[in-house]
């Protein structure tokens, strides 16, 4: 998949929480890219194909900062969304991910202080202000 299909297709997505994030925001705060042969330096063209059939796009708004990793196992890509510094880290702002080069939306769910499955909420989790926070039992549920 090309840097430039993955800057149309977050720009497709219509991404607006918590903040906007469109493909030119990933293009210009592009600042690493890291597959599965190691990393790529700058300068980035458009056309740098990255082959891993796994990709994760994530975004730091308040930096911002923006680094796409490749995967070649699915477990692995499911591992960074879902890890310390994956979408439920309270600096991470936008996580996209690409399977086979087209965007597959997820969800994520934890379980709360009482014991019920919930959906995961990046908004509330900035509008809360509480970091860390703990997010017991989290899954990811791909739609």
Not at 68 to 80: K, P, T, Y
């Amino acid at each position: 998949m090309r840097l430039n299909e993955i800057s149309e297709a977050i720009t497709a997505l219509g991404i607006t929480e918590p903040w906007g994030f469109a493909g030119e925001d990933f293009l210009a705060t592009l600042e690493h890219i890291d597959t599965r042969d190691g990393p790529i330096h700058p300068p980035y063209r458009g056309d740098l194909d990255l082959r891993d059939p796994f990709l994760l796009v994530d975004h730091a708004a308040h930096v911002p900062s923006c680094g796409v990793n490749g995967f070649r196992i699915l477990q692995d890509l499911e591992q960074a969304i879902l890890g310390g510094a994956g979408l439920m880290n309270f600096f991470t702002t936008h996580c996209v991910a690409f399977i086979a080069g087209r965007a597959a939306p997820f969800r994520l769910f934890f379980r709360d202080k009482s014991g019920a499955e919930v959906v995961f909420d990046k908004t509330r989790q900035i509008d809360d202000r509480r970091y860390p926070k703990s997010y017991p039992d989290r899954r990811i549920e791909w739609l």
